[in-house]
């Protein structure tokens, strides 16, 4: 069983930057992709971005240009830089890995007020 667990949200203001960290219990070399979803409330879970084992990458029109998708498999650590944060960009942060079977972080809350 693998665990993902994320870290670095928070509250940040209009404009300001965020980088989320999501932690894996294991060697993420097996991982086909790791992806980063969000969801707001009232809303579906949406796919923010994500990047494959190879280091290709793709990201949701919403984000392209303001966030970046890394991973650092010495760490087994993918990472999200988020910048020029928005309103809209408040969610709950997910972290997701794929293998043979998927797995899921528990969330991380990231708020952007004024």
């Known amino acids: 069983q693998v665990q993902l667990v994320e870290s670095g949200g928070g509250l940040v203001q209009p404009g300001g930057s965020l980088r989320l960290s999501c932690a894996a219990s294991?060697?993420?070399?097996?991982?086909?992709?790791m992806r980063w979803y969000r969801q707001a409330p009232g809303k579906e879970r949406e796919l923010v971005a994500g990047?494959?084992?190879?280091?290709?990458?793709n990201y949701a029109d919403s984000v392209k240009g303001r966030f970046t998708i890394s991973r650092d498999n010495a760490k087994n650590t993918v990472f999200l830089q988020m910048n020029s944060l928005k309103l809209e960009d408040t969610a709950v942060y997910y972290c997701?890995?794929?293998?043979?079977?998927?797995?899921w972080g528990q969330g991380t809350q990231v708020t952007v007020s004024s």
């Open positions: 294991r060697s993420i070399f097996s991982f086909n992709v």
């Open positions: 997701y890995a794929a293998e043979l079977r998927l797995y």
């Open positions: 990047i494959t084992s190879g280091g290709s990458t």
